[in-house]
């Protein structure tokens, strides 16, 4: 990551100024609707969602707030969609996945900048989501290809084999910090394995999925897929406690997957989750300190923290404690925070303003535990145009891009230390850019500590030592570990969590199979054939 400067020219007018141009000419109907059985259609109940822009706190279009008579259409829907798509043959799916990656690619600044402004996330990181959309679409275009039966070796008198079906009809659920990426999560693989689909997206950021379904809707026959918004417990739950919905693919927080999981239990539905972390990063004693900064920066503080992968624990060896600690300091308020729109925007804001009251809890929480904030926390002041500052830092007189503090959720880079392991901002998922450090000499009590929370999404090691890093990734219990690096998500690499992150692996191969279920056909071979001889 490069060190652009902190603050921008920019007054907050003009930050406003972009950002009403750009939903004037990106936003296609400020009144979003449903889309069931191919058809854009309102509400039951006509309730409206605001779609607000984080950034500035503007309103942004407002959303469908579907019901359980629209899960109920939507689902019928599905189901007659799955008639048609459920026959198409693989190579005919290939070729439809591949027009919806083409048709992605070719919009994918449109997509990026609706991202942007929906979700708050910076327009670089916003590009990098849409370029893996178009990768998972071409991946399970091709993955699919691959989906294959078995025979089973039995003895003479049996032939038993095994073919791979759809589901039929699966209902997608999910968060708004990557939106059209996790919405590609879902899609890709359950339409590829030849389900229909009804996906429900948070009810924070629609804009990207509705203008996706926009632009590639015709290639799919009516019905196969469904997008309802709605709110989680409303339109959500009623996704996941319908009875004819086969399998259910989540991802969102751990308590609200704890419901779901109940839920469909009631239908002994299947379940895909993919949920929080509370991630370690351990930086060896041989490691280079600029690499390791760059690694937990982008752990860290990669869109904006609420991210599920986040390294929110930074284990770091007291050989280079004191050396890391000062530079990484300095990356994390190196680092430009102000509209996500600019090319030079590290950070953008929060995607709510309870998102944002939620982060500033839990470090209000560390300071109450006596933690010393290193840099960031709740202590700032307010900079010329209304945007938080942290007092500490020199104003060299230039205005932040950020809008008047109400209005954009801004969070500082914060990072903590001297705070014991047991505290709740070391064991819970904060989701916003909260960094807590950790010195540790003792190899055996770090894996202890590293491995001493809820979940087990993932882990990043930074190390020269290949030794160290084996075992490292060894014994630390997550899903995912990153060695020299941290949030790479290409297509075809299994993600998913241990213990409280998840139940499942999305984005590989697996995924795939994870949308369909096993039949086993079992010949008596002894008795086949003998009526035709006759
Ligand atoms: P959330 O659990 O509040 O909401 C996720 C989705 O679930 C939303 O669409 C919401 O409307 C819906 N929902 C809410 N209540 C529901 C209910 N009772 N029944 C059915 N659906 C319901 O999560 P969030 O705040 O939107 O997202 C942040 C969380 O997502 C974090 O915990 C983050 O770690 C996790 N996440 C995980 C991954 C991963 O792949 N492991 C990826 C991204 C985000």
């Known amino acids: 990551m490069d060190t652009p400067t902190r603050t921008s020219d920019e007054t907050t007018?003009?930050?406003?100024?972009?950002?009403?141009?750009?939903?004037?000419?990106?936003?296609?109907?400020?009144?979003?609707?449903?889309?069931?059985?191919?058809?854009?259609?309102?509400?039951?109940?006509?309730?409206?969602?605001?779609?607000?822009?984080?950034?500035?706190?503007?309103?942004?279009?407002?959303?469908?707030a579907a019901n359980a008579a629209d899960i109920e259409r939507a689902v019928t829907a599905a189901w007659r969609g799955f008639e048609t798509w459920g026959d198409v043959g693989p190579g005919e799916r290939q070729r439809t996945l591949q027009r919806i990656a083409d048709r992605v690619e070719s919009n994918l600044e449109r997509f990026a900048r609706l991202d942007v402004?929906?979700?708050?996330?910076?327009?670089?990181?916003?590009?990098?989501?849409?370029?893996?959309?178009?990768?998972?679409?071409?991946?399970?275009?091709?993955?699919?290809?691959?989906?294959?039966?078995?025979?089973?070796?039995?003895?003479?008198?049996?032939?038993?084999?095994?073919?791979r079906e759809p589901y039929g009809v699966v209902g997608g659920i999910i968060p708004w910090n990557f939106p059209l990426l996790m919405a590609a999560w879902k899609l890709a693989p359950a339409l590829a394995a030849g389900n229909a689909v009804v996906l429900k997206p948070a009810e924070e950021t629609p804009l990207s999925i509705v203008e996706f379904i926009h632009t590639v809707g015709d290639l799919l026959p009516d019905g196969s897929l469904n997008m309802v918004t709605g709110y989680g417990p409303e339109a959500g739950q009623a996704l996941v406690q319908h009875d004819r919905v086969r399998k259910i693919a989540f991802t969102g927080a751990v308590e609200t997957a704890k419901g779901v999981m109940k839920d469909a239990a009631d239908t002994i539905t299947d379940v895909t989750l993919e949920l929080g972390g509370k991630n370690p990063i351990v930086v060896f004693p041989d490691a280079d300190i600029e690499t390791a900064v760059e690694v937990a920066t982008d752990a860290m503080f990669y869109n904006c923290g609420e991210c599920c992968c986040a390294g929110t624990r930074l284990f770091v060896h007291e050989d280079v404690y004191d050396r890391f600690v000062s530079a990484f300091v300095a990356s994390a308020e190196s680092l430009t925070i102000g509209d996500p729109l600019l090319e030079s925007t590290d950070l953008g804001p929060e995607v709510t303003n309870t998102q944002r009251a939620r982060t500033e809890h839990y470090i209000t929480l560390a300071e109450e535990a006596g933690a010393e904030i290193l840099t960031g926390g709740t202590g700032t002041e307010r900079s010329p145009n209304g945007g938080r500052r942290n007092d500490s830092r020199p104003d060299d007189g230039k205005r932040d891009s950020r809008p008047d503090d109400g209005e954009g959720y801004f969070v500082e880079p914060t990072v903590i230390s001297d705070i014991p392991h047991e505290t709740r901002v070391v064991q819970e998922e904060v989701f916003g850019?909260?960094?807590?450090?950790?010195?540790?000499?003792?190899?055996?009590?770090?894996?202890?500590?590293?491995?001493?929370?809820?979940?087990?999404?993932?882990?990043?090691?930074?190390?020269?030592?290949?030794?160290?890093?084996?075992?490292?990734?060894?014994?630390?219990?997550?899903g995912n570990i990153w060695v020299n690096h941290h949030n790479a998500f290409p297509a075809g690499q299994p993600f998913g969590g241990y213990k409280q992150s998840g139940i499942g692996r999305e984005t590989a191969r697996e995924t795939l199979e994870a949308y369909t279920q096993t039949k086993t056909i079992n010949f008596n071979l002894e008795t086949s054939g003998e009526s035709w001889s006759q």
């Open 13 to 64: 007018a003009e930050v406003r100024d972009r950002h009403r141009r750009h939903a004037r000419e990106l936003i296609r109907d400020e009144e979003l609707r449903l889309y069931i059985d191919g058809q854009w259609v309102d509400s039951d109940s006509g309730k409206r969602i605001e779609v607000v822009d984080p950034t500035t706190g503007g309103r942004l279009a407002s959303a469908s």
């Open 117 to 163: 402004l929906d979700n708050g996330k910076p327009i670089t990181e916003a590009r990098e989501d849409v370029e893996l959309v178009v990768d998972h679409f071409r991946y399970f275009s091709g993955v699919l290809r691959t989906l294959e039966g078995r025979t089973v070796p039995t003895g003479d008198d049996q032939h038993v084999e095994t073919i």
């Open 433 to 478: 850019p909260v960094e807590v450090l950790f010195e540790w000499s003792d190899y055996e009590e770090m894996v202890r500590q590293a491995n001493d929370v809820d979940f087990g999404l993932a882990a990043g090691v930074v190390t020269n030592d290949l030794n160290a890093a084996h075992r490292a990734a060894r014994d630390i219990e997550a």
